[in-house]
């Protein structure tokens, strides 16, 4: 199966901040043959650059923490992103949690304080509208065991 990934989860320095950072749990997802990832940093793929500013979801709007609305550029990468599941066959999407476009479920409440409330990114919420099931990392260990217990 084809499985959505987002990239910096497989340890492409897309992220905000231009780090790296190696997430131990996907490791996991690397040994199922059976499964191909395929990376995607909406955020990158919506025009922003890397590094660059923090930004949170306000409402429908995505602002930076200093004040510029993103929103646009987070919309396109969401339809690339789209695309790209639709392209493939993607049932199923692995995305970074608590980020303002792949955080499913919670993510920062557009104070800048490190706050999380209950939403999506807008990624995940328009991958999910389009009925792709998305996970957090921290849920790739019972995807597996389900598939398992097939
Ligand atoms: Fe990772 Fe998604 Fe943020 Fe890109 S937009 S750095 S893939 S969490």
Redesign the pocket.
């Known amino acids: 199966m084809n499985v959505l990934i ?4 497989l340890g492409f320095a ?3 901040d231009g780090q790296r950072k190696e997430y131990s749990a996907v490791e996991e997802l690397l040994k199922e043959r059976d499964i191909h990832l395929i990376p ?5 793929g919506g025009g922003l650059a890397t590094p660059r500013d923090p930004a949170e979801r306000q409402g429908d709007a995505v602002r930076t923490q200093s004040g510029r609305d993103v929103t646009e550029q987070y919309h396109r990468g969401a339809a690339m992103a789209l695309n790209l599941a639709q392209t493939f066959g993607c049932t199923v999407a692995v ?2 949690e608590k ?1 303002p ?2 955080g499913s479920g919670r993510i920062y409440d557009g104070t800048f304080t490190r706050t999380l409330t209950a939403g999506d990114g807008v ?1 995940a919420e328009l991958l999910k509208k389009h009925g792709i099931t998305v996970i957090g990392e921290s849920q790739i260990k019972a995807f597996l065991a389900n598939r398992a217990g097939k």
Request: aromatic share 12%; proline share 6%; charged share 15%.
């Open positions: 987002s990239a910096c989860l897309c992220r905000y995607f940093c909406p955020e990158q995305l970074k980020s476009s792949c990624t």
